[in-house]
RNA sequence: GACCGGGUAGCUCAGCUGGUAGAGCAACGGACUUUUAAUCCGUAGGCCGCGGGUUCGAGACCCGCCCCGGUCACCA
């Protein structure tokens, strides 16, 4: 907002903010020494003594009784209430009680009591301004049962004044705080297995490792086109052939597709890689570290989320990708010829199904039919290998590969195999992508000959695995958009 | 990209069949030394998303556009 279509509200901000100076205070301090957080302050009241505190935060609650002012300080850990009284923290000081606003943050010495009604509260001694808060915040007005009154709500304020929304939400801060315990327990979790966590690039000249198309961008100096990754999953695999034996990274893929509740542009993915491992070992791996860390996290495996319940409890269900669309959809992969499958998906009014490749069809079958019933912790297993141009042909069966997808609440998590290692194999397959993309697959894979020959040095058997951070916290935080555990999502710019 | 819903005061929202733009909270002034959605009295605050049209008259109706949300499509 310009300065010219400053509010009357922001105004009669400025305007205190000029009699706070004229007051010879600063309006915009340089620190303050905290002894207590306010949920340390609120633990500290004993009935017998009155602890002295310094606290520092933001007024988010304020109410004036002439000479009293009752107020409610809020920072990382809780709220706690202040109470300022003209004769305790003296006429200077109560000058700027009276100029203070809600949003302003404040550090405040008194010792902690009870008032009559019951509430601990910081008896506030000396109070100094830390900053001045020149627009309101949009906060709400909170009743005896919690409820939020007037509180911004908003979706495209929330997401585009991010700052605003955790200023007035614990509870959206809440979030980004299992958020960061999701990949903290990660980080545990590998590290403790002899993972070593490694950087790989996110300017790409060629991208790969999954179907999607990339944003493009250009180097000056050297001249030349790059692409924002959307995914790590190549260099990470030339880190095995490297000798590195067992590696991840968490970081932000980058896709150059729609938006929509399940989908940002950039998101974060975990991918890990483990020399001598099969996509067996890689189910009972992820299968252990995600039960592990829903127990971790809330004591039991089976957790209540979008009014159901899901049940981490190993071992999750385990069936073959051809098993699941028989069951489902009635379709025999090896018997159904491409019309077969296009009736199919039409009869559930998928669109556009004759411009559809077979390996298209294959895909779409699943996902209509299959998919959206996949409600508990499930591992798909032997997915056809028309579909999996980067995994093992399956020991025993040619036509499927050794990949499994773990999918949750009817969303794909995870996607993992037993990583294709033999270089003449890969060529062929980027070659079949080639093809589809010559026949129009815009997200058909790009063939990577500097892969290939790192893989003609010889990659050890490797089982490989790479999970969608964002939906987990989706999950775990029972969140129904992706854009409730992303800080900052992708938004047309203002 | 398609369809549906939405955009009115700082925030949350109402606004009928077209007839002077509203409420609560926040703000400003006043009263109030244990309040807590504080209370009481008073005041101010608007490009009704943008542009065009119909009409004596448009926040409302029509057309176009912008933005957001939801659903679908693509994707993870």
């Known amino acids: 907002m310009s300065v ?48 002295v505190v310094r606290i520092a935060g933001r007024l988010v609650s304020l109410r004036g009784h002439g000479k009293t002012t009752f107020a409610h300080l809020a920072d990382a850990s809780d709220k706690i209430q202040l109470y300022f009284r003209a004769d305790e923290v003296g006429s200077a000081g109560y000058e700027l009680v009276k100029l203070l606003d809600l949003g302003d943050l404040v550090g405040v010495r008194g010792e902690v009591f009870q008032t009559k009604t019951g509430e601990t509260t910081v008896r506030v001694r000396e109070v100094e301004l830390l900053t001045k808060a020149l627009r309101p915040p949009p906060i709400g007005k909170e ?7 007037g509180a911004l709500r908003d979706p495209e304020q929330r997401y585009r004044r991010r700052y605003a929304d955790l200023a007035v939400h614990p509870k959206v801060r ?7 315990r999701v990949v903290a327990h990660i980080r545990r ?19 790969g490792g999954a179907m999607a198309r990339p944003f493009t961008t250009h180097h000056h100096t050297l001249d030349a086109t790059f692409y924002l990754r959307i995914a790590t999953e190549l260099y990470l695999k030339r880190c095995i052939v490297g000798g590195m034996e067992r590696v991840y990274e968490i970081g932000k893929d980058f896709r ?4 929509d509740r399940l989908h940002n542009p950039e998101f974060t993915m975990l991918e890990f890689y483990e020399a001598y491992a099969d996509y067996q070992d890689v189910m009972n791996l992820i299968e252990e570290m995600l039960a592990g860390m829903v127990h971790e996290f809330y004591g039991t495996h089976a957790i209540e989320r979008f009014g159901k319940s899901f049940d981490f409890s190993p071992p999750w269900r385990r069936v073959t990708w051809t098993d699941l669309l028989r069951e489902h959809a009635g379709i025999e992969l090896r018997t159904a010829d491409d019309p077969t499958l296009r009736r199919a998906l039409e009869r559930r009014a998928v669109a556009d199904t004759a411009a559809m490749p077979r390996t298209r069809l294959i895909d779409e079958s699943f996902k209509t039919y299959v998919e959206p019933n996949l409600e ?76 290939i020959r790192a893989l003609e040095y010889g990659m050890p058997p490797t089982g490989g695995l790479g999970l969608g951070i964002d939906r987990l916290v989706m ?7 992706i854009r409730d555990v992303i800080l900052f999502p992708m938004l047309r710019p203002e």
């Not at 009743?143 to 009154?149: K, N």
């Not at 999950?475 to 958009?481: C, H, M, V």
Request: proline content about 7%.
């Open 256 to 259: 150059n597709e729609g938006i």
């Open 4 to 51: 010219e279509t400053r509010s009357f509200v922001e105004e009669a901000r400025r305007e205190k903010l000029r009699q706070i100076s004229a007051l010879g205070l600063s309006p915009f301090a340089y620190g303050y020494h905290r002894t207590h957080t306010a949920r340390e302050a609120l633990a500290a009241f004993r009935p017998d003594s009155s602890p």
């Open 475 to 481: 999950i775990l935080a029972g969140e129904p958009s």
């Open 189 to 207: 979790f590998l590290d403790a297995r002899g993972y070593l966590e490694v950087e790989t690039p996110v300017l790409q000249p060629l991208y």
């Open 143 to 149: 009743d005896a049962e919690g409820e939020q009154h």
């Open 376 to 451: 508990q912790p499930t591992l798909v297993t032997d997915y056809p290998i028309e579909i999996s141009p980067l995994a093992k042909p399956k020991r025993g069966d040619l036509t499927l590969t050794e990949r499994f997808e773990l999918f949750v609440h009817g969303r794909e998590l995870a996607n993992a195999f037993s990583e294709l290692n033999d270089p003449d194999d890969q060529r062929r397959r980027f070659e079949a992508q080639h093809a589809a993309r010559a026949a129009g697959d815009e997200e058909a894979q790009q063939l990577d000959e500097d892969y």
């Open 174 to 180: 809440e979030v980004f705080a299992l958020r960061a």
